[in-house]
Structures are given as structure tokens and as C-alpha cells.
């Protein structure tokens, strides 16, 4: 019998689930998960094509579903994993949200909110790189397939 060990390997595979589903369904494959005291509140991935809203983007599912959980706009005692280091957009959603925690896999040297001057609530912690080559691999893959 094996036991699980809730730890950031554990919630970040989650949410490589997520860009996993996000993939299957053709959208960018970014999936989010947020937790609070070792247990998942909230899911998402990348809904922007199926929704056709340039907002639907898997860190806001998955902050809707926490607030929607908790009953509460403030996100504070939860950590955030995501598989691609948020955009501008999301970040602002993560700060208004006062998140506690925002763990990424894949930078986003392009798009991700570090590159255009974003932040985060003061009171955030910010991790990067973990699972970093699982979640790039899956994004390059999904990419190159449109490039065919």
C-alpha cells in the first residue's frame, strides 16, 4: 500500500493534471490548483477557447472555485500551484486575492507577469522552476502541433 505524501511535488503533479485536460481539449495546457492546509479548493486549466473569453485562464478557475469554497474573497492562508508563471492579468487577480503562496513550473519570458513590471501582494511568497521541464515540455508540445 502506498501512502501519499501531500507535499508541493504532489499538488504541482495535480496540477499538471490540469494542463493535461486543458491539452485534451485543444486550450493552452496551463492548469492551476489552490490549497489550503494540504487540501485542494480549487481546480482550473485553460478554458479561454471552449468559454471564448481571453479570461477564462486557469488560475482565475481556480481562484473563482477557492473563493467559492471558502466563502471569501481573500485567498491568504492558500498557496497557489501553476504549471506557467501567471500573466499580468492573473498576478493582479493573485494580489487582490492576498494570496499566501504562488508556486510555478515554466517561466513565461514572453507573457508572465515578472517580464512586463507585475507583482504581488507584499505579504506573497513566490517559488519558480518547480516541475519546470514536465510543464515546459508539455506546452512545447502543444505548440509545435499548431505550428504543423
Not at 99 to 124: M, P, Q, S
Request: proline share 2%; aromatic share 10%.
Amino acid at each position: 500500500m502506498e501512502i501519499e505524501v501531500y507535499n508541493d511535488e504532489y499538488f504541482m503533479k495535480q496540477a499538471m493534471r490540469e494542463a493535461e485536460l486543458a491539452y485534451a481539449e485543444d486550450e493552452v495546457p496551463v492548469g492551476a490548483i489552490i490549497t489550503v492546509n494540504k487540501k485542494i479548493i480549487g481546480r482550473g486549466h485553460n478554458l479561454t477557447e471552449r468559454l471564448v473569453d481571453v479570461t477564462a485562464h486557469a488560475e482565475i478557475q481556480a481562484i473563482t472555485a477557492a473563493s467559492g469554497y471558502l466563502g471569501a474573497k481573500y485567498l491568504k492562508d492558500c498557496t497557489l500551484y501553476v504549471t506557467l508563471e501567471p500573466c499580468p492579468m492573473c498576478a493582479g487577480a493573485l494580489f487582490w486575492s492576498q494570496i499566501g503562496r504562488v508556486v510555478y513550473a515554466a517561466k513565461d519570458e514572453k507573457r508572465g507577469f515578472l517580464a512586463h513590471g507585475g507583482r504581488l501582494h507584499k505579504t506573497t511568497v513566490l517559488e519558480g522552476g518547480f516541475m519546470e521541464k514536465e510543464a515546459s515540455s508539455l506546452l512545447k508540445t502543444y505548440f509545435a502541433s499548431k505550428r504543423l
